[in-house]
Nanobody, 121 residues
Framework: QVQLVESGGGLVQPGGSLRLSCAVSGSIFSINTMGWYRQAPGKQRELVAA???????NYADSVKGRFTISRDNAKNTVYLEMNSLKPEDTAVYHCNVGGVVAHWTPRRDYWGQGTQVTVSS
């Protein structure tokens, strides 16, 4: 099966940086869009950043200029570089991948279990 494993979360002080990684493992034929979502307690889940197979990116307004999403297609890995972190960035970050396991199968979404990011003094 296809699995997504996130890493890089942790506790950081305001203004600090973290780099999240999401590695896709298992038999997957093709990956299209890769992205990061986050959800804080009592708040809705939101799209943080996404990147297409062609390299086009999209960011939430709240993270523009601070976060950078990138991908390594050879490694089936997506990254989220987070700089100038703020307390309001505290959330569980989930990796999301849209892809197919075979060319004859329909596209579906795959989700990671999430990694906690806490920004606090």
């Amino acid at each position: 099966q296809v699995q997504l494993v996130e890493s890089g979360g942790g506790l950081v002080q305001p203004g600090g940086s973290l780099r999240l990684s999401c590695a896709v493992s298992g038999s997957i034929f093709s990956i299209n869009t890769m992205g990061w979502y986050r959800q804080a307690p009592g708040k809705q889940r939101e799209l943080v950043a996404a990147i297409t197979s062609g390299g086009s990116t999209n960011y939430a307004d709240s993270v523009k200029g601070r976060f950078t999403i990138s991908r390594d297609n050879a490694k089936n890995t997506v990254y989220l570089e987070m700089n100038s972190l703020k307390p309001e960035d505290t959330a569980v970050y989930h990796c999301n991948v849209g892809g197919v396991v075979a060319h004859w199968t329909p596209r579906r979404d795959y989700w990671g279990q999430g990694t906690q990011v806490t920004v606090s003094s």
